[in-house]
Every structure is written in C-alpha cells, then in structure tokens.
C-alpha cells in the first residue's frame, strides 16, 4: 500500500502550486488523508487533513487562509492547493491515509500509510 504525493517544484513567493496524493492499489474514498511537511533539519509538521466524506478540512495555523485541500473520489485524489507561498513552506510535502480522531488529527500515529514525498521549494 502505497500513497505518492506530486505536484511540486520551484516558485517564486507568491506564486502557487497544486499537490495531488493518490493511490494506485487502493481507492481513497474511506479514509481521511492528510498533509504533512518537513524541512530540512525540521520534523515532521502537519498542515492539513480531510475527512473520508470531504465534508471536514482541518487546517495548521501556519497554512490557514492560504492552502486548500479537496478530493476528487472518482480521481481518487486529494489535493491541495497552496497559494501565497513563503519561503518558509519549502519542505517535502507527504501525504497519508488515516483515521484521525478531532483531537488527533495532526498526530502521525493517526495515519497508516505514508507516500513518497515531494519537494515544494519557494524562493524569495
């Protein structure tokens, strides 16, 4: 089981870029996915997750206001799009598959599988 995570590249700050997750063995449609990032040298932060319905979108404060994650259950995709993006989100951006509880949701151990990452850099 395996999610990939695509999308990324190199943009100027301010500009935006749309990450997709999807999963080529198993359809998405019955869990939740989130998002999480990491920098160089930084651990794992979480910045978005929705859930199995679509109906919940949970975001960290960080990214509130600027990205956007969807899905797309006839794709079986979930994106997310990142607009007025800071040098500061450069990172590898992951996405995974889960059950979070409300409490939860931006811990790791709530989420089962993990995709390869890709890399999302903004230059200033």
């Known amino acids: 089981v395996q999610l990939q995570a695509s999308g990324g590249g190199l943009v100027q700050a301010g500009g935006s870029l749309r990450l997709s997750c999807t999963a080529s063995?198993?359809?998405?449609?019955?869990?939740?996915i989130g998002w999480y990032r990491q920098a160089p040298g930084q651990a794992h932060e979480w910045i978005s997750c929705?859930?199995?319905?679509?109906?919940?979108?949970y975001y960290a404060n960080s990214v509130k206001g600027r990205f956007a994650i969807s899905r797309d259950d006839a794709k079986n995709t979930v994106c997310l799009q990142m607009n007025s993006l800071k040098p500061e989100d450069t990172a590898v951006y992951f996405c995974?598959?889960?059950?979070?509880?409300?409490?939860?949701?931006?811990?790791?151990?709530?989420?089962?599988?993990w995709g390869q990452g890709t890399q999302v850099t903004v230059s200033s």
């Open positions: 929705i859930s199995s319905s679509g109906g919940g979108t």
């Open positions: 995974a598959d889960g059950r979070p509880i409300l409490s939860a949701i931006s811990s790791s151990s709530m989420y089962y599988h």
């Open positions: 063995t198993f359809t998405l449609d019955s869990s939740a």
